[in-house]
T-cell receptor, first 113, second 117 residues
């Protein structure tokens, strides 16, 4: 069965510190992987996506993610966190670029000044 | 591009009442998806349409739920005989057809928050 696991429910970092959010997926075929961010009361905004090619993907707002097939992981990173990055982050997997998305439970990020 | 529009933004209803939500996708998008998101969880897939055809329904979509997309434009999601467990955020998303170089270009609306009292 297709599934996404985000092991960290809450993460707190200091502003300016580096960030890594973990994502592990289970998918029988080649996965299409996504990271979304959601601010309170808002919809989901795409940060980045991976379909094929270079396993290190750059996204918006200074985020990047690395696809590691051997570990079934797609972790999100940012070298220096800003207070405005506080939000909930969702990893998702799909069987294609036009198929339904399967989401993880999310990681809530808090940023201390 | 005006984005995906969902109405209403909030709906409070009494248990047992029927409710209907509307989603207006981006005009050139042919696929439309409905998701449900409860507090502290990620969105869960409910159903999706390609044009006016409903191609897949999740087992989460009980008989009390029905979705339509007449003429392949806007979509409605109706919940009959609402229960407290239906309280959630209902998200709509749309995506463009293949061949435009926009694979994975899902756009989400801001959602309709349903509270059943």
């Amino acid at each position: 069965a297709q599934s996404v696991t985000q092991p960290d429910i809450h993460i707190t970092v200091s502003e300016g510190a580096s960030l890594e959010l973990r994502c592990n997926y289970s998918y029988g075929a080649t996965p299409y992987l996504f990271w979304y961010v959601q601010s309170p009361g808002q919809g989901l905004q795409l940060l980045l996506k991976y379909f094929s090619g270079d396993t290190l993907v750059q996204g918006i707002k200074g985020f990047e993610a690395e696809f590691k097939r051997s570990q079934s992981s797609f972790n999100l990173r940012k070298p220096s966190v800003h207070w405005s990055d506080a939000a909930e982050y969702f990893c998702a997997v799909s069987g294609g670029g036009y198929n339904k998305l399967i989401f993880g439970a999310g990681t809530r990020l808090a940023v201390h000044p | 591009d005006t984005g995906v529009s969902q109405n209403p933004r909030h709906k409070i209803t009494k248990r047992g009442q029927n409710v209907t939500f509307r989603c207006d996708p981006i005009s050139e998008h042919n696929r439309l998806y409905w998701y449900r998101q409860t507090l502290g969880q990620g969105p869960e897939f409910l159903t999706y349409f390609q044009n006016e055809a409903q191609l897949e329904k999740s087992r989460l979509l009980s008989d009390r739920f029905s979705a339509e997309r007449p003429k392949g434009s806007f979509s409605t999601l109706e919940i009959q005989r609402t229960e407290q467990g239906d309280s959630a955020m209902y998200l709509c998303a749309s995506s463009p057809p293949p061949g435009l170089g926009k694979e994975g270009g899902y756009t989400f609306g801001s959602g309709t928050r349903l509270t059943v009292v």
